[in-house]
């Protein structure tokens, strides 16, 4: 039973990694040809609106994701039961995004002003992320299940028809920053219908059922992670409206490229969390001490690994940027290095921060998000002022180094593991 559980890690390990490769890669190619038909201002637009959709998910239900998620380790929870709490996850989306798009409608000239886009895309942003919600349940009841092949043809799907639309309304038509804003909005209404369709194709979707229990049940797990989640968005995402504001939007768009490249090292830690999450839960229900030791003992190997990795990308990111985006973005390889340090670091916080959500007592991951990320805005107003884009990239990584030192003391709090008395 033990090598089978092993294979199926591994094995669906390397299924996420492949699918996490292949949906990074169609961004990849798109790199090169963006930056050669986008200017810097127009890349920087791009990046605007992505940033605004990392701060929606905050607020419209990406937390509610892993209510759902969790639900399913619940004991005696049969399909229809699982079916009714996946639907009160989109009720609540629904009731959250239409409360956002309100404020989103009242403010859109101020917001638009600010972040440099369109008062209409504004508003669409509303609408993708309420698909991104939709589309990430349909795939988290996948990976709960361990069925990555399924997960990865989803995943991998909706990237490379996001890619073909890109390719088309970009370099065929010219549009600019627009069609490739365009084309993240069509895209998201596409698989946001097949998201449904499927949920409903396996009986998990009953929208229709009013569960005041479940209601009450998901927004418990789910509210106290928003804090968590805005946190994040203050830590990964805020520093390009920062670096819009503080120096110009064409550096947006310089700075968005070594995000984008150094991106690439969070999708081999997204793809081997998501296989790791299952196993490591099975093996905590277990609560058997000799287990708990061998994964401390595989967690600082993996440690050692990730900090390797970044020492490389000091030295081999520049030359990178120049070979992927063209000269007009060289800039960017003045901050790779410390952009993938604080990727580094997120990687370890993986690690760590699934004991916090075994235990389902989150409020104290919030409490470190939150900080890390006030931390970081500050840092970024200040360093940015003195050093430029590099500044805004070493804020990040140290922001990113602290939430992941607090986040491991709180997992200490949640659910002790031998940290310091692993050799058997």
């Known amino acids: 039973m033990g090598m089978i559980k092993k294979n199926s890690f591994i094995s669906g390990a390397g299924v ?6 292949l949906n990074a890669v169609i961004p990849f190619i798109l790199l090169p040809i963006l930056t050669r038909y986008l200017s810097p201002s127009e890349y920087g637009e791009v990046a605007m609106f992505q940033t605004l959709l990392g701060a929606l ?3 419209i239900g990406v937390t509610f994701v892993g209510a759902a998620n969790r639900k399913f380790y619940d004991a005696n929870l049969d399909k229809k039961e699982l079916a009714d709490f996946v639907g009160a996850c989109i009720q609540l989306t629904i009731i959250f995004s239409l409360l956002v798009f309100l404020v989103l409608f009242v403010f859109q000239d101020k917001f638009s002003e600010w972040l440099s886009l369109e008062p209409s895309y504004i508003l669409f942003a509303v609408a993708v992320s309420f698909c991104m919600v939709i589309i990430n349940l349909r ?3 996948w990976q709960i299940r361990k069925e990555a092949f399924k997960y990865g043809a989803l995943q991998i799907s909706q990237s490379l028809f996001n890619m073909l639309l890109s390719l088309l309304l970009v370099v065929v038509l010219l549009k600019g920053a627009e069609g490739r804003i365009d084309a993240q909005i069509f895209t998201s209404l596409v698989f946001v219908v097949i998201a449904l369709l499927l949920l409903k194709k396996d009986n998990l979707l009953n929208i229709f ?4 229990d479940y209601l009450s049940e998901v927004l418990k797990f789910g509210v106290p992670l928003m804090p ?12 390009r409206i920062v670096i ?12 968005m490229v070594a995000v984008q490249l150094t991106a690439a090292i969070g999708i081999i830690f997204d793809a081997i969390n998501k296989a790791y999450v299952p196993w490591l839960f099975e093996r905590l229900t277990a609560d058997q001490l000799q287990e708990k030791q061998k994964i401390v003992k595989l967690t600082y ?6 900090l390797a990795g970044v020492i490389l990308s000091f030295w081999i990111g520049p030359p990178l940027i120049v070979l992927i985006a063209g000269e007009q973005y060289a800039e960017a390889g003045k901050v790779v290095g410390w952009l993938a340090l604080g990727q580094g670091f997120q990687g370890m916080y993986l690690m760590v921060t699934n004991y916090v959500f075994y235990s389902k007592r989150t409020g104290l991951l919030s409490a470190a998000s939150i900080s890390s990320g006030i931390l970081n805005l500050v840092l970024l107003i200040l360093l940015v002022r003195v050093f430029g884009l590099e500044g805004a990239a070493i804020a990040f990584a140290t922001s990113m180094g602290i939430r992941f030192l607090l986040t491991w003391w709180i997992a200490q709090k949640r659910h002790p593991m031998p940290w310091f008395s692993f050799i058997q």
């Open 301 to 306: 190997v993996w440690f050692g690994v990730i």
């Open 57 to 59: 998910g905050a607020f």
């Open 16 to 21: 996420y990694l492949v699918s996490n490769i």
């Open 139 to 141: 795939l988290g009841q």
């Open 228 to 239: 968590h989640v805005a946190g994040g968005f203050l830590l990964t995402t805020v520093d």
């Open 244 to 255: 819009n504001r503080e120096i110009g939007l064409a550096e947006a768009g310089i700075y």
């Open 209 to 212: 059922a009013w569960r005041k």
